[in-house]
Nanobody
Framework: QVQLMESGGGLVQAGGSLRLSCAASRIIFRIDDMGWYRQAPGKQRELVATITRSGSTNYADSVKGRFTVTRDQPKNTVYLQMNSLKPEDTAVYYC?????????WGQGTQVTVSS
């Protein structure tokens, strides 16, 4: 199964920026969609952003205009550039990779935005 490893989380003040990275390894089947979900304490995991192999993107309404998802195909890495961060963006961010019907998840990285 594909292994995904996130990095780049941390503590930032409101209005600041962070860039998350997620590198895939142990790839057996081609990875189709990649992207990011997040889960705040006491809330369900929610979609943040996705990107297809062709580069088509999709964002949650709450992050449109502030977050940008990109992908480096040769490196099998997906990125999430987060600007104008808000306290409500505080959550554990998980990357995922989908190969056909198989979905793999990273272990998560904490993002904390202080007001």
């Amino acid at each position: 199964q594909v292994q995904l490893m996130e990095s780049g989380g941390g503590l930032v003040q409101a209005g600041g920026s962070l860039r998350l990275s997620c590198a895939a390894s142990r790839i057996i089947f081609r990875i189709d969609d990649m992207g990011w979900y997040r889960q705040a304490p006491g809330k369900q995991r929610e979609l943040v952003a996705t990107i297809t192999r062709s580069g088509s993107t999709n964002y949650a309404d709450s992050v449109k205009g502030r977050f940008t998802v990109t992908r480096d195909q040769p490196k099998n890495t997906v990125y999430l550039q987060m600007n104008s961060l808000k306290p409500e963006d505080t959550a554990v961010y998980y990357c995922y990779g989908q190969s056909g019907t198989r979905t793999s998840w990273g272990q998560g990285t904490q993002v904390t935005v202080s007001s």
